[in-house]
């Protein structure tokens, strides 16, 4: 607050009872929409819709929608974990050789030698929690930065895959492994006939009917329980248009998923993670400290936040998320290789960053990391399926990724919010 | 020696709702040492900002001499360029630069661009000499204490070919010792020509060390007197600094006094940045249910980090002492004991310690007492809500929703959430560190009404503030802290701003 505006001075002078000003908000017929929390699936959807033209299609086709989610699946999880460190003020740039590490871990324990699938992966989710552990004392107990612990780590653990996997990939994985990380579910009840959109597993369509029917389930109640506390909600119509929008995609997603091969595991784990860590996150005393650590460390301390018990436990987690993603990239590979996950840390830190986080820590959504890691996701396939070079790729997420940030700095400062 | 070296003349500086200045004025006359007295907020680092360019020549109304020349400085620079240097009571030096480099910072030995180190060292060498400070040019800054730093920043200022010199409380930090030598270098300083201006709260070194003094009270000149020709006395300062009437600004209270909540026997602490320095030595403070006691010391007193250490150890190192909670004596090691204890704290420092800027009413509201409302680790949403819509009503924060996020809000509403966030953890005792600072005078009445039925509530309440009136307005009992050091404990019956002052600005014997 060192400099002081006419526009302060403005508002100042209005006093404090009338609506703080709303940056970014615009009202469309009643329905007003604030720019800054969901310009980002505003602009996922213009970025599907985009690439849907340009490919005459073919993006939106059963077998590309189940390619992007099981090509995806471990930087999502990887988002999922990097957001939470992000919204804690820090970062993470280990994940890709934690990725690597674990990946090779596993590969020893089950091909050579030879333990049980369940025992191997219970024990390499172990080793990821050891892994953050580790870099998680040195960040919130010794103090060092999380930047330089996990540069560290970077190279650590990296070199540790070497060490272990030599020159070369182990493999081949257990087929539980391989149908984790790259399988369907089955058709338990076998296909049934959807007219001219030809046949479709009947097991998917129930999983996705199921889904929405929870998800109208939950709004609802979630709904009354504000009314009954005499919390405003939205209006009627504004809430069925959002619950019919949500099922609809749902609904979209699943019936072109189950006429190509079923619904992919990887998309049933990640729809579990994303739900678990989003209740996490909103929910839980834990998800609530990890605000306002970012959103204030110093007032969170002086709040009784275990500031440095919650930035360990982030790490352990993201350890954890990095072990998983380490496991299905090796499975969907079929083998444990030395380069595994090179620069997986750079898309997990772009998707959270893309999809609303703040630099200076305290704000994002689980949502919004996993919606910027599809953006790129998109961007990657829509590119290469109209036949992009990887050079122009990079470009277009470079630039994507600097304006998302621009975005979001930009609102902040129309908001006056300074700080 | 009647020639004046500096006149400003109808100062006024405004801030948006607040006028900090008002037509205030100040002639100092060459070779003197002239003191700047008042209290807290009463104006004093804003007229020496408005000096030193820090505010520049527009953005006040008055007239500034310096030598004869009318200036208009636009900034620090244009300030020292015409021989007017201001060290602040934060030293602005580079701990992990040389003495040297620190003193010829932003105005190097060079030749064309390059240092000449040689000269560089042999002239800082000079300068130490001339203020007395034997260490190597090229030792660290951090490697010094604070009293060797201060004379780095007079030789950085001698360095720079000061005419004025202004100390702003040059020894609110020191020990004794380094206190007299400094006083005494800015004695041989004045018989060299250089003319200083030194605001302080120590009364008595004022008393000791200048030869006039201007009286600063609520943003003017009180009067600007002649230490020897009007023979002027500590208590001749203090009726200038305090002669404010006390006004209905406070709601009616009658105190019902329970049984004691809170003792601190000899709670001692020292200083986490100057080893071996006490800020807080012996204190001893007694709180009963029901009853508002004040705290009442100059800056840097210790007042702050006295409370700041009982909160859990936030502050300070080898902190030793006893604490007892309705007469059993507990161990506060962090925040969450202290909150466990029913111990709550609102720091002085709203936007820095208080609040999550970014985050909503009721996320604020609900920050320190979250566990009591989840189950297992959930929090109950609703809950929060109904629990953050009371307090918005019942203390009438002033924003239309609790989702508002409180960085919008006006001071005296973000303190009033942070106030609901210290209730809503069900505190038996509650220090309130300037709880009005920085709020308009409306808003400050209802957060003395919140105060009065905190009390009524049984709960024991510590007021640290700044501004003696509000004390005596507020508080049933009244302790005094200098240096460290509890100096008084006096009752609000018998209680005068003379007589806190007094004891507010007792020096170690």
């Given at each position: 607050?060192?400099?002081?505006?006419?526009?302060?001075?403005?508002?100042?002078?209005?006093?404090?009872?009338?609506?703080?000003?709303?940056?970014?908000?615009?009202?469309?017929?009643?329905?007003?929409?604030?720019?800054?929390?969901?310009?980002?699936?505003?602009?996922?959807?213009?970025?599907?819709?985009?690439?849907?033209?340009?490919?005459?299609?073919?993006?939106?086709?059963?077998?590309?929608?189940?390619?992007?989610?099981?090509?995806?699946?471990?930087?999502?999880?990887?988002?999922?974990?990097?957001?939470?460190?992000?919204?804690?003020?820090?970062?993470?740039?280990?994940?890709?050789?934690?990725?690597?590490?674990?990946?090779?871990?596993?590969?020893?324990?089950?091909?050579?030698?030879?333990?049980?699938?369940?025992?191997?992966?219970?024990?390499?989710?172990?080793?990821?929690?050891?892994?953050?552990?580790?870099?998680?004392?040195?960040?919130?107990?010794?103090?060092?930065?999380?930047?330089?612990?996990?540069?560290?780590?970077?190279?650590?653990?990296?070199?540790?895959?070497?060490?272990?996997?030599?020159?070369?990939?182990?493999?081949?994985?257990?087929?539980?492994?391989?149908?984790?990380?790259?399988?369907?579910?089955?058709?338990?009840?076998?296909?049934?006939?959807?007219?001219?959109?030809?046949?479709?597993?009947?097991?998917?369509?129930?999983?996705?009917?199921?889904?929405?029917?929870?998800?109208?389930?939950?709004?609802?109640?979630?709904?009354?329980?504000?009314?009954?506390?005499?919390?405003?909600?939205?209006?009627?119509?504004?809430?069925?248009?959002?619950?019919?929008?949500?099922?609809?995609?749902?609904?979209?997603?699943?019936?072109?998923?189950?006429?190509?091969?079923?619904?992919?595991?990887?998309?049933?784990?990640?729809a579990v993670l994303v739900l678990a860590y989003s209740m996490m996150a909103?929910?839980?005393?834990?998800?609530?400290?990890?605000?306002?650590?970012?959103?204030?460390?110093?007032?969170?301390?002086?709040?009784?936040?275990?500031?440095?018990?919650?930035?360990?436990?982030?790490?352990?987690?993201?350890?954890?998320?990095?072990?998983?993603?380490?496991?299905?990239?090796?499975?969907?590979?079929?083998?444990?290789?030395?380069?595994?996950?090179?620069?997986?840390?750079?898309?997990?830190?772009?998707?959270?960053?893309?999809?609303?986080?703040?630099?200076?820590?305290?704000?994002?959504?689980?949502?919004?990391?996993?919606?910027?890691?599809?953006?790129?996701?998109?961007?990657?396939?829509?590119?290469?399926?109209?036949?992009?070079?990887?050079?122009?790729?990079?470009?277009?997420?470079?630039?994507?990724?600097?304006?998302?940030?621009?975005?979001?700095?930009?609102?902040?400062?129309?908001?006056?919010?300074?700080? | 020696?009647?020639?004046?070296?500096?006149?400003?003349?109808?100062?006024?500086?405004?801030?948006?709702?607040?006028?900090?200045?008002?037509?205030?004025?100040?002639?100092?006359?060459?070779?003197?040492?002239?003191?700047?007295?008042?209290?807290?907020?009463?104006?004093?680092?804003?007229?020496?900002?408005?000096?030193s360019g820090v505010y520049p020549f527009g953005d006040y109304e008055g007239?500034?001499?310096?030598?004869?020349?009318?200036?208009?400085?636009?900034?620090?620079?244009?300030?020292?360029?015409?021989?007017?240097?201001?060290?602040?009571?934060?030293?602005?030096?580079?701990?992990?630069?040389?003495?040297?480099?620190?003193?010829?910072?932003?105005?190097?030995?060079?030749?064309?661009?390059?240092?000449?180190?040689?000269?560089?060292?042999?002239?800082?060498?000079?300068?130490?000499?001339?203020?007395?400070?034997?260490?190597?040019?090229?030792?660290?800054?951090?490697?010094?204490?604070?009293?060797?730093?201060?004379?780095?920043?007079?030789?950085?200022?001698?360095?720079?070919?000061?005419?004025?010199?202004?100390?702003?409380?040059?020894?609110?930090?020191?020990?004794?010792?380094?206190?007299?030598?400094?006083?005494?270098?800015?004695?041989?300083?004045?018989?060299?020509?250089?003319?200083?201006?030194?605001?302080?709260?120590?009364?008595?070194?004022?008393?000791?060390?200048?030869?006039?003094?201007?009286?600063?009270?609520?943003?003017?000149?009180?009067?600007?007197?002649?230490?020897?020709?009007?023979?002027?006395?500590?208590?001749?300062?203090?009726?200038?600094?305090?002669?404010?009437?006390?006004?209905?600004?406070?709601?009616?209270?009658?105190?019902?006094?329970?049984?004691?909540?809170?003792?601190?026997?000899?709670?001692?602490?020292?200083?986490?940045?100057?080893?071996?320095?006490?800020?807080?030595?012996?204190?001893?403070?007694?709180?009963?249910?029901?009853?508002?006691?004040?705290?009442?010391?100059?800056?840097?007193?210790?007042?702050?980090?006295?409370?700041?250490?009982?909160?859990?150890?936030?502050?300070?190192?080898?902190?030793?002492?006893?604490?007892?909670?309705?007469?059993?004596?507990?161990?506060?090691?962090?925040?969450?004991?202290?909150?466990?204890?029913?111990?709550?704290?609102?720091?002085?420092?709203?936007?820095?310690?208080?609040?999550?800027?970014?985050?909503?009413?009721?996320?604020?509201?609900?920050?320190?007492?979250?566990?009591?409302?989840?189950?297992?680790?959930?929090?109950?949403?609703?809950?929060?809500?109904?629990?953050?819509?009371?307090?918005?009503?019942?203390?009438?924060?002033?924003?239309?929703?609790?989702?508002?996020?409180?960085?919008?809000?006006?001071?005296?509403?973000?303190?009033?959430?942070?106030?609901?966030?210290?209730?809503?953890?069900?505190?038996?005792?509650?220090?309130?560190?300037?709880?009005?600072?920085?709020?308009?005078?409306?808003?400050?009445?209802?957060?003395?009404?919140?105060?009065?039925?905190?009390?009524?509530?049984?709960?024991?309440?510590?007021?640290?503030?700044?501004?003696?009136?509000?004390?005596?307005?507020?508080?049933?009992?009244?302790?005094?802290?200098?240096?460290?050091?509890?100096?008084?404990?006096?009752?609000?019956?018998?209680?005068?701003?003379?007589?806190?002052?007094?004891?507010?600005?007792?020096?170690?014997?």
């Amino acid at each position: 607050m060192s400099s002081i505006t006419p526009a302060d001075v403005e508002v100042g002078a209005k006093g404090d009872g009338g609506a703080p000003r709303q940056p970014g908000r615009v009202s469309l017929g009643g329905l007003s929409l604030n720019l800054r929390s969901s310009g980002i699936y505003i602009a996922f959807a213009l970025i599907v819709v985009l690439f849907t033209v340009l490919t005459d299609g073919a993006m939106l086709q059963p077998q590309n929608i189940s390619n992007i989610i099981v090509q995806n699946s471990y930087v999502l999880i990887l988002a999922i974990g990097m957001i939470l460190v992000i919204i804690a003020g820090h970062i993470d740039l280990s994940v890709g050789s934690v990725v690597a590490v674990t990946g090779a871990l596993s590969a020893v324990l089950m091909v050579n030698m030879g333990l049980p699938w369940p025992l191997a992966l219970l024990i390499t989710l172990v080793a990821g929690a050891l892994i953050g552990a580790w870099q998680g004392y040195w960040i919130a107990y010794f103090g060092i930065p999380a930047f330089i612990v996990t540069l560290a780590g970077m190279l650590l653990f990296r070199a540790l895959t070497l060490t272990v996997l030599g020159n070369q990939g182990i493999g081949p994985f257990p087929d539980q492994v391989r149908t984790l990380a790259n399988g369907f579910t089955n058709g338990y009840f076998g296909n049934i006939g959807l007219g001219p959109l030809g046949g479709a597993d009947l097991f998917s369509l129930l999983i996705g009917l199921i889904a929405i029917a929870g998800m109208a389930v939950t709004q609802w109640r979630t709904r009354e329980a504000r009314r009954g506390y005499g919390q405003s909600v939205e209006p009627m119509a504004v809430f069925v248009l959002k619950l019919v929008a949500g099922a609809a995609l749902i609904l979209f997603l699943v019936v072109q998923l189950a006429r190509f091969k079923n619904l992919p595991w990887v998309l049933v784990l990640l729809a579990v993670l994303v739900l678990a860590y989003s209740m996490m996150a909103n929910r839980t005393v834990f998800g609530r400290q990890i605000y306002a650590i970012g959103g204030n460390l110093q007032a969170a301390v002086m709040s009784g936040v275990k500031v440095k018990s919650v930035v360990f436990w982030i790490f352990v987690n993201m350890g954890v998320l990095s072990a998983i993603a380490g496991v299905i990239f090796a499975g969907r590979l079929n083998q444990a290789g030395p380069t595994a996950g090179n620069s997986f840390e750079l898309d997990a830190i772009a998707a959270a960053f893309i999809g609303g986080a703040a630099v200076q820590g305290g704000v994002g959504k689980v949502v919004g990391a996993i919606t910027g890691g599809l953006i790129m996701a998109v961007i990657n396939n829509g590119m290469s399926l109209i036949g992009s070079p990887s050079e122009r790729v990079m470009l277009v997420k470079g630039i994507v990724l600097l304006a998302a940030v621009a975005f979001d700095v930009w609102t902040k400062r129309r908001g006056g919010a300074a700080r | 020696m009647t020639e004046h070296i500096l006149r400003m003349s109808g100062i006024t500086k405004t801030f948006p709702g607040v006028k900090a200045l008002q037509d205030v004025n100040l002639t100092v006359r060459r070779g003197e040492i002239h003191a700047i007295c008042g209290e807290n907020g009463a104006g004093k680092s804003t007229l020496m900002k408005v000096l030193s360019g820090v505010y520049p020549f527009g953005d006040y109304e008055g007239e500034i001499t310096f030598e004869g020349q009318k200036c208009e400085f636009g900034g620090i620079r244009d300030s020292e360029h015409a021989g007017i240097v201001i060290i602040h009571q934060e030293l602005a030096l580079s701990p992990q630069l040389s003495i040297a480099e620190n003193i010829f910072l932003g105005n190097e030995r060079a030749r064309r661009g390059w240092i000449d180190w040689n000269r560089t060292n042999y002239e800082a060498g000079a300068l130490m000499k001339r203020v007395g400070l034997r260490e190597n040019p090229t030792t660290m800054i951090a490697d010094l204490g604070v009293g060797k730093q201060q004379l780095v920043e007079i030789a950085k200022a001698l360095a720079k070919e000061v005419k004025l010199l202004i100390l702003d409380e040059p020894t609110a930090a020191l020990n004794d010792d380094d206190s007299a030598h400094l006083l005494d270098l800015l004695r041989g300083l004045r018989d060299e020509g250089i003319t200083c201006v030194i605001i302080s709260h120590k009364l008595n070194e004022v008393i000791a060390i200048a030869d006039s003094v201007t009286i600063i009270r609520d943003g003017r000149t009180i009067e600007s007197l002649d230490m020897a020709a009007d023979h002027v006395t500590e208590d001749r300062i203090i009726s200038g600094m305090v002669g404010r009437a006390l006004d209905n600004r406070f709601p009616p209270h009658e105190s019902k006094i329970g049984t004691e909540a809170l003792r601190v026997e000899d709670w001692t602490v020292y200083s986490p940045s100057q080893p071996g320095r006490k800020v807080v030595d012996g204190a001893d403070l007694m709180l009963r249910r029901g009853e508002i006691v004040g705290l009442a010391g100059l800056m840097g007193a210790g007042r702050t980090e006295l409370a700041m250490s009982l909160f859990g150890r936030t502050y300070g190192v080898h902190i030793s002492g006893k604490v007892f909670k309705d007469g059993k004596p507990i161990e506060i090691r962090n925040v969450q004991d202290a909150i466990r204890h029913g111990i709550a704290y609102a720091t002085e420092d709203r936007k820095r310690y208080g609040l999550n800027l970014i985050e909503d009413i009721k996320r604020n509201i609900s920050a320190a007492g979250l566990h009591g409302l989840s189950r297992r680790g959930w929090v109950n949403e609703n809950e929060e809500y109904r629990v953050a819509e009371e307090f918005h009503r019942s203390m009438n924060i002033k924003a239309p929703s609790v989702n508002s996020v409180v960085g919008k809000l006006s001071g005296g509403n973000q303190q009033k959430v942070v106030l609901s966030k210290w209730i809503l953890t069900e505190p038996d005792v509650l220090i309130l560190d300037e709880p009005t600072r920085g709020i308009d005078v409306g808003a400050k009445y209802e957060i003395y009404t919140i105060i009065n039925r905190l009390a009524d509530q049984g709960k024991a309440v510590l007021v640290i503030s700044s501004e003696l009136p509000e004390l005596l307005g507020l508080c049933d009992r009244i302790y005094t802290l200098s240096e460290g050091r509890i100096t008084g404990e006096v009752p609000r019956r018998e209680a005068t701003q003379e007589s806190l002052m007094h004891l507010m600005t007792k020096g170690q014997e």
